[in-house]
């Protein structure tokens, strides 16, 4: 069974090594850039595909241009990583997968939903980070949204039941 690997913005950040985020995540589940990095490294080795929403490249773009001190080699590796996603070079899902998530009527569906959990204090990129997930999901794909952030892991698809039955001709 195929398996996406979902990153977030605070994992990409711990990842990237930018400034003032080398850590994310509470104690007792707390991510540093080792930790992220052989997780990352295990699931590509085991074939996982690697997605960046369009969330989480504009969320870590920001957090790399607001942070300290040299960012050099961040902004390189970061922009290598987006143009891989872009390219849909291997581990990276192709980037144009998630293209039918941001027309109108897939943000209205988007907007719909977050209404009802913004309320109860999830962001709108976390709703959007959500969608991609079950984007993914409904494709009986393995989700797994690799996050330090409990709250939104808690949005997180359940794992498919097996493989689906064949349709009839």
């Known amino acids: 069974m195929r398996k996406a690997i979902i990153l977030d913005t605070s994992i990409l950040c711990v990842w990237l090594r930018v400034p003032g985020k080398e850590t994310c995540g509470p104690d007792g589940n707390r991510w540093t850039f080792d930790s992220v990095k052989q997780k990352i490294d295990s699931e590509i080795k085991a074939g996982s595909t690697l997605i960046m929403p369009l969330t989480s490249i504009i969320e870590t773009g920001n957090h790399i ?6 960012k050099h080699d961040v902004v390189n590796s970061f922009v290598e990583h987006i ?19 941001i027309d109108s009527e897939a943000l209205k569906k988007t907007l719909s939903a977050w209404k009802e959990t913004a309320l109860a204090g999830q962001s709108f990129g976390d709703a959007l980070i959500v969608a991609v997930a079950k984007y993914y999901a409904a494709y009986n794909i393995t989700v797994e949204i690799f996050t330090g952030d409990m709250g939104l892991k808690a949005y997180e698809p359940a794992a498919p039941k097996g493989p689906q039955p064949r349709r009839r001709k």
């Open 65 to 70: 241009a607001q942070a300290h001190g040299d």
């Open 83 to 101: 143009e891989n996603a872009i390219d849909g070079n291997v581990p990276w899902a192709a980037f144009t997968e998630q293209s039918g998530l």
